[in-house]
């Protein structure tokens, strides 16, 4: 396994989690909930404060990752969204093609 794909891995392990939460999330989806920071890091155990609704749009494009400040792998993906706390990032290349390749939910 290269370094490129085991860095995605980590970031489609907090997905996964993320899935949970956001599904578990039954108010109107405005309330802000703690979602893990998806970056490569596979150390990181940081919290982002958003909204179910503000993660499900994030989800929408499969190349898409929400990350602390900092967080970003600027080799991997590039910042589309510089949000309140949070990073919008979008996956590029091979690393792009994985997180498709990886996403839960096909
Ligand atoms: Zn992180």
Known sequence: MDATRRRTQNEAMSRVANE??????TA???STIDFLCECARSDCDR???????EYRRVR?????FIVMPGHQSSDL?????D?????????WGEAGALAEAEQPHG
Not at 83 to 91: S, T
């Open 20 to 25: 949970a939460i956001e599904e578990g999330e």
């Open 28 to 30: 109107d989806g405005n």
């Open 47 to 53: 919290l982002i404060e958003l909204s179910a609704r």
């Open 60 to 64: 929408e494009h499969p190349r898409r």
């Open 77 to 81: 993906e590039i910042i589309v969204d």
């Open 83 to 91: 949000r309140n706390g949070y990073l919008v990032v979008e996956k």
